[in-house]
C-alpha cells in the first residue's frame, strides 16, 4: 500500500513510471474552456495543475479540454478507510464562466462509467459528451450564464488517481494496492477542486445514479458550500439487489484469469470479465419493457434459419455482446471493482445516526428525480430521500420521469428532465 | 455430432463410455416408489429401463428410489432442430398409485437446477425434494390419492440425457456436440414415458419457471393426453430481459478457462463460472423487497470493523457465493448451457401462427398461477396467457401469489399455493 507515501516535490516523476505506463497525454497546456477565457479566472495562481495521474491504463480518451488538479502532494489525502493517497490529481474540464462574483457555478457529478467529458466544448470538440443536451449554450446547463465543472471521481480511469495510476513510491500501478474509495471520499477529493477553482459555494451540484449520491454527499459534508442539490435516479444508501448485482460483476472480473490479482497492466486484461460485468450492468440500466420495445425475440439474421445454438442468436445477446466490448475499450478494469465498491457501501447516514440525521444537515432546497422504470436504484428509493426531507421541513421538489428506459432514463430521457431542472435551477439564481 | 447414430443393441455399453465415466450408480433396482407394489403395475413388461444415461457428470447425486427409462435405441429421437439423439434415457420418480383405470396420474414438471426428485418417498428416505410440503400422503399433490410422476428433462445431468451423457458413438461425454434441446422436446421425450408408464392422459401437468414452460407445451402439442394444466410463474415466450440474464450467465461459464469448450469432463470444470452464473440467476429469483428483508446492509461479522475492502464484505454477497459454491456440487455447467438456451428458444407459440392460435389448442382447464413479486417473469406474462385463454373462450383459473419472495415463491409460498392448487385439482378429479 502507498499510503503515508513520502511527500513528492513533484507530481510527475520519471522515475515514478513504470514500464507498465505510458506517457500520460499532454493536453494540460490545451486551449481553455468553450474557447473563452480561462475560466477560473482571478483565482490562486495555478499550483498542482500539472498533468494527469500517471496511468498504466493504456485506453485513456485524448481530450484537449481536460486539465489536472494535483493536491495532497506535502500532506497525503486521508480517507474514510483511514488509508491515504499521496498526491491526488484530478482530471476535469470547465464550461462557460465564473462570474466575478462567482456565484454560478454548477459541479455536475458522473456515474459509474463516466468521466469529466458531459459534453463538448465547442464546434472544435468532435465529442459528444455523456449529458450532452443538457450542457451547453442555451441548454438547461447554460453554459452562456453558468460556471460548469464537471470531475472524474478518484478511483476512476480517466486522468483522475485511481487503480491504474502509478504509485509514486513503488513506481508501479497501484491495481489492488489501491486503497478504498468512498463516494464521501470523491466528494471530499472534488471539495479540494472547488476550493482551487476560488469557488466558495456552488449554485448547485447535479448527477445521476453515482453522480446523484456524490450530491446527497455534497449536501450532507458540506452544506454550507451549496445552494441546490438535484440527485438523479440515485438511493439514499445502496440496497442488497444493488450490491448483489455489483458483487456478480467483479466475480466475472476477478474470475478473469488475466485480472492476474489487478496486475494485469501492460497486458490485455480482463476484458472478457469487464465485459460481463458490463453485460449485467446493461440489463440493470435498462428495463423489462424497454428491453421488449427495442429486441423483442429477434434473431440476428445470420441465424435466422438456424437458431438451435448455444452461441449468440437473439438481438438482445448481439446488443450485450456490443455493450460489453464498447465498455472495455475506454474503462479500466480495476476502476470498474473499485467504483462499483464504492456504490455498495454508500450510505449517506453513515456517522449520522439514521438517514433523518444526515439529511437534516442539508442547508438548500433539494430537486429529487427518479425514473418510473429503474429497476437498479427504483423509485421507492427516491421517495424515501423526498418524504425524509419534507418530514424534516426541508425544501424538496420531486419529479418522477415517465419513461419506459430504466435507469438509463436520465441519460436518454432529456426533454423530460429539462422542465422541472430548469424550473429548480432558476429558482436558485 | 453424435445424431443419427447407429443403433445401439443395448443402452449401456462398457465400450461406450470413456474414462472420464464414472460407473452409473446402480439404483434403478431400488425398492418401489413410497414402499408400495411397483407404481405402473400391469403396464408393458419393461423393456428399456436398463440405467441412468452413462454420464461424465460426478455428482450425480444417489438417490434409492430414481428409476430409468430408455428409449429410442433402435430408432433415433429427432429433435425439433432435426438432429437427433439415440438413445434417449430418462430418469424418474413416482410417487403413489396408478389407479386401475390409470386416471389419477399427474405429471410434475421441474425448473432449471431441479431434477426427478420433488419429495421423499418416505421415511426412510432423507433427502427433501424441491416440492416436498406439496407433494405426499394428505398433501395437495396426494399421494394416497395421484399417482405422481417426476423426471428429469432431457439436457438435465441427474440421470436423463444431457451434454455430460457419454455418447455411444465416440465413447466420450457429448460436451458442446451434445444437440440443443426445446422444452417442446423435453415434453416430447416426457410423451414417451408416458407411453410407456401406460398412460393415456394426464390428470394434470403441473410445474414451475421451466416446468410451467413444460406444462403449456403439453396443452399444447398433446391437447388429448391431459385434462388439466398448472403452468406456474412461467410466461408463454421467454422476453428479452429473461434471455439477457441468461446469456450472461452462459457468458460466465464459457469465459471460464475450465470450461474448455465443454469437454472438461475428468477436471475441476467450470466451478467459478458456474457459480456466477447461478449467483447471477439468485438475484432473478428473488425480489428487491425479500433481499432488503433478508440480508438489508448487513456486513459480514468478520469485515464489521474492516468494510473498506473489494473482497466479500455485506451478507448479500455472503450469501450469493454460498448458493453459488451449492450449485457447483450438484449440477452440470453444461447443463446450465443448454437448458437456459431451450429457456430461451421457448416460445408456445412457434409454428402455430399466433398465440391464440397455439393456446387454441388446448383442450382442458388450466390454472395460470403468478407470484405478484416475481422479477424474472413478471405477472404481466401470466396474464398474457390468461387473458389469450380467456378471449378463446377456454377454462381459465388465475391465481397470484401475493408474496415478496419472487420468482422463488413458487419454491417456497406453499401456504399460499395449496388453496388454488387443491380446488384445481379437486374439479379435475
Not at 79 to 89: D, I, K, Y
Not at 110 to 133: V, Y
Not at 393 to 403: F, H, L, M, R, T
Request: overall charge neutral; proline content about 9%.
Amino acid at each position: 500500500m502507498s499510503r503515508r507515501a513520502p511527500a513528492l516535490e513533484q507530481t510527475e516523476s520519471a522515475g515514478g513510471r513504470d514500464a507498465c505506463a505510458p506517457a500520460p497525454p499532454t493536453n494540460t497546456a490545451g486551449p481553455p474552456p468553450g474557447g473563452a477565457a480561462p475560466a477560473p479566472s482571478g483565482v490562486s495562481p495555478v499550483i498542482g495543475t500539472t498533468a494527469p495521474a500517471p496511468s498504466a491504463f493504456d485506453k485513456i480518451t485524448p481530450r484537449r479540454y481536460v486539465r489536472y488538479f494535483t493536491f495532497a502532494q506535502d500532506e497525503p489525502f486521508v480517507l474514510e478507510s483511514g488509508e491515504a493517497l499521496q498526491p491526488v490529481t484530478i482530471a476535469y474540464e470547465t464550461y462557460g464562466r465564473l462570474s466575478p462574483a462567482r456565484d454560478n457555478a454548477i459541479l455536475i457529478a458522473h456515474a459509474l462509467t463516466g468521466d469529466s467529458h458531459c459534453a463538448r466544448h465547442g464546434p472544435d470538440d468532435p465529442e459528444e459528451g455523456w449529458w450532452e443536451p443538457l450542457v451547453g449554450p442555451g441548454r438547461v446547463f447554460d453554459t452562456d450564464k453558468y460556471f460548469i465543472v464537471c470531475s472524474n471521481v478518484i478511483g476512476g480511469c480517466q486522468g483522475s488517481t485511481g487503480p491504474a495510476t502509478v504509485c509514486p513510491v513503488s513506481g508501479r500501478p497501484y491495481g489492488s494496492r489501491f486503497p478504498v474509495v468512498t463516494i464521501g471520499d470523491m466528494v471530499r477529493a472534488q471539495a479540494r477542486l472547488t476550493d482551487y477553482l476560488g469557488i466558495d459555494r456552488w449554485l448547485a451540484v447535479a448527477g445521476g445514479s453515482m453522480g446523484g449520491m456524490q450530491v446527497l454527499e455534497w449536501g450532507v459534508r458540506f452544506p454550507h458550500r451549496v445552494r441546490g442539490l438535484i440527485p438523479i435516479a440515485a438511493p439514499a444508501r445502496s440496497y442488497p439487489q444493488a450490491i448483489a448485482y455489483n458483487e456478480v460483476g467483479r466475480q466475472a472480473i476477478m474470475a478473469d484469469p488475466a485480472w492476474q490479482g489487478g496486475d494485469y497492466y501492460g497486458g490485455p486484461g480482463p476484458v472478457r470479465g469487464l465485459a460481463t460485468a458490463r453485460m449485467l450492468g446493461m440489463i440493470t440500466y435498462q428495463s423489462d419493457a424497454s428491453m421488449l420495445r427495442k429486441f423483442g425475440r429477434d434473431i440476428i439474421p445470420s441465424r435466422a434459419d438456424r437458431p438451435y445454438t448455444l452461441a449468440k442468436l437473439f438481438e438482445v445477446e448481439s446488443y450485450l455482446e456490443y455493450q460489453g466490448k464498447k465498455l472495455v475499450d475506454r474503462f479500466d478494469a480495476n476502476s470498474y471493482l473499485y467504483l462499483t465498491r464504492a456504490l455498495d457501501l454508500f450510505d449517506v447516514a453513515r456517522g449520522y445516526g439514521s438517514l433523518a440525521e444526515a439529511l437534516q444537515r442539508i442547508q438548500c432546497p433539494v430537486l429529487v428525480v427518479g425514473v418510473s422504470s429503474d429497476i437498479l436504484y427504483p423509485v421507492y428509493q427516491q421517495h424515501e430521500i423526498v418524504s425524509t426531507l419534507r418530514s424534516l421541513g426541508k425544501p424538496v421538489q420531486y419529479a418522477e420521469i415517465d419513461s419506459p428506459h430504466g435507469h438509463d432514463g436520465f441519460l436518454i430521457d432529456f426533454h423530460m428532465m429539462e422542465p422541472p431542472l430548469a424550473r429548480f435551477l432558476a429558482s436558485l439564481s
